[in-house]
């Protein structure tokens, strides 16, 4: 197959298109951690309980987001008879209809129960043992359990038909309680699950009321608090749904924290939290995505802490907060970081697939990518998975302040700085910031252009929705966010499409470095220990354990290794170079051994002790366990693209819907459609734009992504049949207009071309503004022309031949009437 070439030099303009997905990942879910003995394997059994309440939670926080009224949608059956039968008949129904959900709500209850009862656990574990017992990958995945948490309290708060339909269910049970004995609607469950629905804000309240009776629950609190501040600071992580996670889990652990109301205990005078810093990061960050259209506040949840109720200026946004989550202010920096990495990953690309093919050396001799080289394309991976995920969360960031910032006539404090600029665009210059490489910018806001928040476009009554989305972008902001998805996409299929070589290279790598660690430093540190028979033999036997847990021997294991006798070898041992990657269980016991090591040496431990003079070793054991943690994201390598260039969300608008009691909004209201459609209106209008003709299949990309997520993730199945009804609309809408702009197009060419040649030199001399008006504008169509499969929610459309049939009928019509109008002309409409 290799030797077969399949491009068709179709400029590419759209996302990744790939019809078979390889999916990387190998994740054994921890079954095989038992092979491995040490003294971390009980905590990895630990983490692998822990990971079906994970599951779990994450699937009740799908479940209520796409949650919708199910006793509203009833009252339209409510019969006009009021007879006792046709009545049991109808809450017999109502009660069998709302069952499931009100099944899940309590599932929902109980899985709070259960994950309050958790915490109480761990905190009661930390006053008996060491705190910094526990290794980094269980703290993070507490800090996710804290975070379901968080997300179930916002989304129960936010989904009023909850209660709703509880209250409908009560009333169906309380009718049909006397005549079936297996209605019960006064149960104590029953009432639990009123309280638990009618209190705001209550399971985060909850988990704190019943975490704080209990002695040094602030100690594992601390230590959540200060790995999200660490995470977030040192850019650990990669997925825009990490960086979000930190921002939301922080606030919330200084709110368990603070918990007395004597001044002097104040979480602002004792300093045992860097506060500024907090600070610094809830004003940068007012706004965090949560859950698809759902966001939330960062500092609501101190409102009522006693530290912070008196402190309102903590809670006053940064004064240019508006420029944070502007894409028009990152914008410059995106294409040159985009270009310069494109630069270089093609160049990358061109020299493997060179060294690939290289029929010189073997096929199947894996030494024959330079161990340099391979290091190279990896770090040029963890760059282009940084880029990705930087802008994604940057889009997603955008739109979630947009939607916690609608238009409305008494502006907020985050849209007054919206105001200023606007006003100041006006009399703004295009090459006012200049990129000498970047793409010329979008033409700034003129009067009379498009609606922006002046709101002077709005005409009768609107929703929230409408004023969220339609209303709330300008010009230039809806060029920059189809820019950024022409970034997000363009890049990702750039990756996408030579993961079948780049991912061998990958696991050589890794495997590469993780041998190079075993078998040269950590067998020197063994040899240092045998040496010396005053040391404790307690770390020895730990460092064994760990070289056996990853080590590759080549030609098989030794029968006597002679740094178990503290020598050296005679001579130096080879390193095997597979493309074989360690199992998940191996990555994640080699970084909570090595995480041990270097975490426990602060205190009165045993491995302090041993370690003392051994800084060195120490050093390479923290370089190896922060080049592991993207270890994860490499061997994930399709899945990782997937998750930083997903921008389904911005389709997603369950929270609006409740909000406006709608079962769906109009096409003109997506963002999809608006954003495509303001490209093709507008982007042909001037000649900093035409570019963007360029982009005008970026935001469909939208749709893909929600109908995966619709599937995948929520799975559910009239979600995606939402997405397909609108796209279906929405690609027609677009045919339709862009058919008809370029027929429009090419007969003003048509016609300038048969302008007397006197005619024209004399509007030539009137001036090149008036000239221009016989002449069609510049454009970028013959991109849209070349596209012979464009991938749309698994349908591969040759728009070329879309564009050429519509074009027909157009030609057809326009000379039927050429020749009725002839026909219908007397004789002397003739000319000679």
Known sequence: MDSFIFDDSQPNIEASTVGVLLDTKIDSKYIDYKAFQNRWVSELDSIKKLDPLLAQGKQLVHNIYVYRSVSTAMQVLLPTATDETTMSQFYRQLYDILLPSVNKLKEMMKFVRIITQFFRGIVAFTKETEQQRFSENFLLKLIILLDILIKLDALKNSKKCLEVDFQA???????????????????????????????????????????????????????????????????????????????????????????????????????????????????????????????????????????????????????????SYDLRETLPQARIAHNEFVAVWQDAVINLRGILNDDTKARDDESKIPVAFAEELVNLTLRGFRLLGDWSSDLLAQTSFKYANPFKDDLSMFQLTDVVDNILSEDAEPGDKKDENAAPPPPVEK????????????????????????????????????????????????????????????????????????????????????????????????????????????????????????????????????????????????????????????????????????????????????????????????????????????????????QSGSTQFSIELSLPWILTNHVLEYAPKAPQTIVMMEYLLYPLSIYNDASTTSLLVYKKQHLFEEVEAEVNLAFDQLLYKLCSQVFTHYKILAASLQLDKSLSKTLEGLGPNFYAKFLPSPNRYHVLFAQRHFQLMGRSLDLNRLITQRMNNYFRENLQYALARFEASSITSILA
């Open 169 to 323: 269910f009560q009333t169906a049970s309380s009718f049909l309680q006397n005549k079936d004995p297996s209605v019960n609607a006064n149960s104590s469950e029953n009432h639990d699950l009123v309280l638990f629905l009618g209190h705001q804000n209550s399971i985060i309240a909850g988990v704190k009321t019943e975490v704080i009776k209990l002695d040094g629950y602030t100690g594992i609190i601390s230590i959540l608090l200060n790995l999200c501040l660490e995470m977030f600071e040192n850019h650990k992580y990669i997925l825009p749904e990490e960086k979000f996670r930190f921002l939301r889990v922080i606030p919330v652990c200084l709110y368990f924290l603070d918990t007395y109301d004597d001044p002097k205990r104040s979480l602002t005078k004792t300093k045992e939290h860097n506060l500024s810093q907090i600070q610094r990061l809830l004003k940068r960050w007012p706004v965090v995505p949560l859950c698809g259209d759902v966001y939330v506040v960062t500092t609501d949840v101190l409102k009522d802490s006693p530290s912070f109720r008196g402190a309102p200026e903590f809670f006053l946004p940064h004064a240019r907060v508006r420029q």
């Open 447 to 658: 009067k009379n252009s498009i609606p922006v928040s002046s709101g002077k476009d709005i005409e009768g009554p609107t929703i929230a929705y409408e004023r969220a989305v339609k209303f709330n972008y300008t010009s230039t902001e809806r060029f920059a966010t189809v820019e950024y998805m022409g970034l997000i996409k363009g890049v990702s299929s750039l990756m996408h499409n030579v993961a079948d070589i780049l991912v061998p290279v990958i696991n050589f790598f890794i495997h590469h470095e993780i041998q190079t660690f075993i078998q040269l430093h950590l067998r020197d540190l063994i040899r240092k220990f045998t040496k010396n028979p005053k040391k404790k033999k307690f770390p020895q036997d730990e460092l064994i354990e760990l070289m056996n847990l990853a080590v590759d021997w080549k030609g098989g294991k030794p029968r006597d290794d002679p740094v178990l006798t503290g020598k050296r070898d005679q001579v130096p041992r080879p390193i095997p170079e597979r493309s074989v990657p360690p199992s998940h269980t191996q990555v994640e016991l080699i970084r909570t051994i090595l995480w041990g090591f270097i975490n426990l040496r602060g205190n009165k431990d045993i491995y302090a002790k041993s370690f003392s003079k051994y800084s060195r070793e120490l050093k390479i054991f923290e370089d190896v366990l922060s080049k592991s943690f993207h270890y994860q994201y490499l061997l994930d390598f399709t899945q990782t693209i997937s998750n930083t260039s997903n921008i389904g969300d911005l389709w997603l608008r369950e929270y609006f819907l409740e």
